[in-house]
């Protein structure tokens, strides 16, 4: 079966890097995209970007293009989020999610547990 | 300001049939890219509950359905249930930026 497991809490200061990792089992990692999404506390969901692990391709949601950086490592099945000049706006649940591909509409069909960020000083 | 419009509210008693709308421009329901919905209770990551306007994936109960018509969409609950108390998003994709959200409604089961 599909699993997505996230790297536990963090708490950072303002200004400050975050990298959330997301090992993926139970299926072909190059073979599906895998896009990220934020949720701060008591608000929606928000896309932040998608990367393919088969090429590396990116694709970022234009209000953080300028500090999220999407990666993979294929070997281990892991995807990377980093967010660069952490802000207290940036505080936020990061969850991971699959793409599941063209035959569900590219919808998100199996996520991970999601990683509590906490941008504080 | 969330690109999909939901309402922030619903409410039903147990056993009605409760709707969700999702509405959405040109540029992502209107173009013909398919809208997906998902199901978020406190505390835990959102679920696919429904893909590509009106499909269940396996172990999602047939009183969920939903329906796409030009720029929106619809989530239809019926046979109302407490377990079904959540929070539900709208999902679809808007000219070169992959995904776009509603910005959730919650349905309380009265």
């Known amino acids: 079966q599909v699993h997505l497991v996230q790297s536990g809490a963090e708490v950072k200061n303002p200004g400050a890097s975050v990298k959330v990792s997301c090992k993926a089992s139970?299926?072909?990692?190059?073979?599906?995209?895998i896009s990220w999404v934020r949720q701060a506390p008591g608000q929606g969901l928000e896309w932040m970007g998608w990367?393919?692990?088969?090429?590396?391709?990116?694709n970022y949601a234009q209000n953080l293009q300028d500090r999220v950086t999407l990666t993979t490592d294929t070997p281990t099945n892991t995807a990377y989020m980093e967010v660069e000049g952490l802000r207290s706006g940036d505080t936020a649940v990061y969850y991971c999610?699959?793409?599941?591909?063209?035959?569900?509409?590219?919808?998100?069909?199996?996520w991970g547990q999601g990683t509590l960020v906490t941008v504080s000083s | 300001q969330s690109v999909l419009t939901q309402p922030p509210s619903v409410s039903g008693a147990p056993g009605q049939r409760v709707t969700i709308s999702c509405t959405g421009s040109?540029?992502?329901?209107?173009?013909?890219?398919?809208v997906h919905w998902y199901q978020q209770f406190p505390g835990t990551a959102p679920k696919l509950l429904i893909y590509l306007n009106s499909n269940r994936p396996s172990g999602v109960p047939d009183r969920f359905s939903g329906s796409k018509s030009g720029t929106s969409a619809s989530l239809a609950i019926t046979g109302l249930q407490a377990e079904d108390e959540a929070d539900y998003y709208c999902?679809?994709?808007?000219?070169?930026?992959?995904?776009?959200f509603g910005g959730g409604t919650k349905l309380t089961v009265l």
């Open positions: 990367i393919s692990p088969h090429n590396g391709n990116t």
């Open positions: 040109s540029s992502n329901i209107g173009a013909g890219y398919g």
């Open positions: 999902q679809s994709y808007d000219s070169n930026i992959r995904g776009v």
């Open positions: 139970g299926y072909t990692f190059s073979n599906y995209g």
């Open positions: 999610a699959r793409e599941g591909g063209d035959s569900t509409g590219w919808s998100f069909d199996y």
